[in-house]
């Protein structure tokens, strides 16, 4: 629970504005011109509003996204100033141990205190995020029953010029329709770099744009004002903690230097200067605390200030031979965690019994994980009472209830944003987007989450498994849903990518990234979900696939065939009329994909040809044949070969789209042709 508000420590106040303020100029003055800090953000103007929010975010479960010019912030929820400095520096000891950018804060909870997630480059990126943690904290007190959960809030911490990114609505409408404890603190200065309010939002007032949203309370303020920030500030925590539902607090502050240190804010008049300068919220709170001794304590923390500089300049820079570590979780090679509860896991499938399709291998095992594990939840557009436009999720509301399996709204950067907050919250998210295609406008919070836990230095993670139909249909394809696209995945670092070609595999590949640390995509082929040729028995509760273990569907000495998804049963039928010369791989899984069973045939057979449906240029196909003709290029008696969908998107017209797709003459007229080389 939080601790009981009162009244700010306002010398303790005092002291961190102070600190931040001195250490800002510190940078700008000699640091920064000298090359020891590369990066630098100045918070000058913004430092009170900062810290007094900061010190109201007593409870243990409170947490926090900020931004690049949220120093002020980190330094009152008890990010050390040694640390701070460190960050700027790219010295091992910072948050990021030097991976980061020095004003890209995270932090764990310490003493009891906020946790601060990862901050991202991306503007507006923080607002999606901050709204998971939200609803993990209804799910945590009203799924889970934990009660410590109760009065946690969520705070998402931005500038006015945030206010126009995808994020800020995102987050703004999952807030606003389910009520959820999230504040949104808003520092408006006016200037986004050198871009005006008026050109973020009509009329250059966000509040008043905003008054006709439901459920949302709007609370106004001046940040550079003691007395009412502090007001403002607290009433806003209070609201949202009294489970008010969300609450957007809007506070003007002035901004005393430029976007950065190289910024003269030439676009900036002289009055417009000279108004910020009366604004400026440390000569305010002077005027607010007369009987504070003010030059002893900017000594004293300047004295302070120039010691931490001075210690952290010797401190080493991080160990270059680190630099690969904590993209994934530990247990690499398998992508999950075999903890000793694990050690029922089953690995030999079941090949008799009733065979079901793809689609109903997906939510039988999501069934039997959700019954195992109550951090599971799934959610997307339509998965709830319509059971997934797919079928994927059918009757599994009736079953777990609507707070676990529930709709979401048209938004795939809310989908995906608020996934990692509730990753990181300690919930198992199952988001699922409903084709490819409609993942793009959740493209930055994919790559953020991918290099969460290389950018915390393996501090942060985020587990979770997005679930995306992709492909052509079985009698149908078009542009916008018969994407696969697999390639652009295995480039996005640090998620997993699994490609399953069959019902037993879907289970044994989605139970082992249920089971994860890391974060995984899980395709499921349009055109398998309910088709026979990929019916399998169902092989059981506790059947789990290792990531990175291709499947041998035929042996042969002659050629090597590598493949995956829906191409898997084409190459397969293709080469029965070679059977004993051709052996058919399928890979199972792309990122880890099995390159020593790969290397290993073709250095057996000295052939290779490698079928896959997503376009030919720069497809995942490429990577592989470049990896055999670097390791394996002596052992080859013929030129490494590919099938692919040339250069264009799948036609919405049957006899186009047979015209791109591999078929199976096509596969069986290129083996033929090879095997005679």
């Not at 080469?575 to 994909?593: H, K, M, N, Y």
Request: glycine share 8%.
């Amino acid at each position: 629970m939080p601790k009981k508000p009162s009244s700010p420590n306002w010398t303790q106040v005092a002291r961190l504005l102070l600190t931040s303020r001195l250490l800002d100029e510190l940078e700008e003055r000699e640091l920064a011109p000298a090359g020891r800090v590369p990066y630098q953000f100045s918070a000058k103007g913004h430092e009170l509003s900062q810290i007094l929010l900061a010190l109201q975010l007593t409870h243990p479960h409170d947490a926090a996204t900020v931004y690049y010019r949220s120093r002020p912030f980190m330094l009152a929820a008890g990010l050390g100033l040694k640390e701070a400095i460190a960050a700027g520096m790219a010295k091992t000891g910072s948050p990021s141990e030097g991976r980061d950018v020095g004003v890209m804060f995270s932090m764990q909870s310490r003493d009891n205190r906020i946790t601060v997630l990862p901050s991202s480059g991306d503007v507006g990126a923080q607002y999606t995020p901050a709204a998971g943690w939200a609803q993990a904290i209804q799910y945590h007190r009203d799924v889970l029953g934990n009660q410590e959960w109760d009065k946690a809030i969520a705070v998402a911490h931005g500038g006015e010029g945030s206010i126009a990114a995808n994020g800020f609505w995102a987050a703004l409408n999952i807030a606003s329709t389910r009520k959820i404890p999230m504040l949104f603190f808003i520092e408006d200065n006016a200037f986004a770099i050198s871009v005006r309010s008026h050109l973020q939002t009509p009329g250059a007032d966000l509040s008043s744009n905003l008054r006709g949203f439901k459920h949302l309370c709007i609370i106004d303020g001046d940040g550079s004002d003691p007395e009412d920030a502090s007001q403002k500030i607290a009433e806003a925590v209070a609201n949202v903690r009294a489970g008010k539902g969300p609450c957007l607090l809007h506070l003007c502050v002035p901004r005393l230097m430029g976007h950065t240190f190289i910024d003269d804010q030439a676009y900036k008049t002289e009055t417009e200067k000279r108004n910020e300068a009366k604004r400026d919220p440390l000569t305010r709170l002077q005027k607010f605390l007369p009987d504070l001794d003010w030059a002893v304590l900017e000594r004293d923390v300047a004295a302070e200030v120039r010691a931490a500089v001075d210690e952290v300049a010797s401190w080493p820079d991080p160990e270059p031979r680190s630099v690969t570590d904590n993209l994934f979780a530990a247990d690499s090679s398998a992508n999950c965690q075999f903890a000793t509860d694990n050690a029922n896991w089953q690995f030999a499938q079941q090949t008799e019994g009733t065979r079901i399709n793809l689609i109903d291998a997906v939510r039988r095992t999501l069934e039997a994980e959700m019954t195992r594990d109550p951090r599971l939840l799934v959610f997307g557009e339509d998965v709830g009472a319509k059971g997934g436009v797919h079928g994927a999720t059918a009757h599994m509301q009736e079953k777990f209830g609507d707070g676990r399996v529930f709709d979401t709204s048209l938004s795939e950067e809310g989908i995906i944003g608020s996934a990692v907050g509730m990753s990181m919250a300690g919930l198992r998210p199952v988001p699922e987007i409903q084709f490819r295609k409609y993942a793009d406008p959740a493209t930055e919070q994919i790559n953020d989450a991918g290099t969460m836990r290389w950018r915390t230095a393996g501090k942060f993670s985020a587990p979770m498994v997005v679930r995306i139909p992709v492909g052509f249909g079985k009698k149908i394809g078009d542009p916008w849903h018969s994407v696969t696209g697999e390639a652009i995945y295995a480039h996005t670092l640090g998620w997993r990518l699994a490609f399953p070609s069959n019902a037993a595999d879907a289970v044994g590949l989605l139970r082992t990234a249920l089971r994860g640390e890391d974060p995984t995509i899980f395709f499921e082929h349009r055109a398998l979900l309910d088709t026979a040729i990929a019916r399998r028995p169902y092989p059981g509760d506790d059947y789990v696939l290792r990531f990175g273990e291709a499947a041998t569907l035929m042996a042969g000495d002659s050629l090597t065939v590598v493949t995956w998804g829906a191409m898997t049963h084409r190459v397969v039928e293709s080469a029965q009329t070679s059977a004993g010369r051709v052996e058919v791989l399928d890979l199972r899984t792309i990122v880890p994909w099995d390159k020593s069973r790969v290397l290993e045939s073709v250095r057996k057979t000295g052939k290779c040809l490698i079928v896959h449906e997503d376009a030919l240029t720069g497809g995942f196909g490429a990577e592989i044949a470049a990896v055999i003709a670097e390791e394996a290029f002596t052992d080859l008696d013929a030129p490494l070969a590919r099938l692919a969908v040339p250069d264009v998107p799948i036609p919405y017209n049957m006899g186009l789209m047979n015209a791109v797709v591999p078929r199976v003459a096509d596969i069986a007229e290129k083996i033929q042709s090879m095997l005679a080389f």
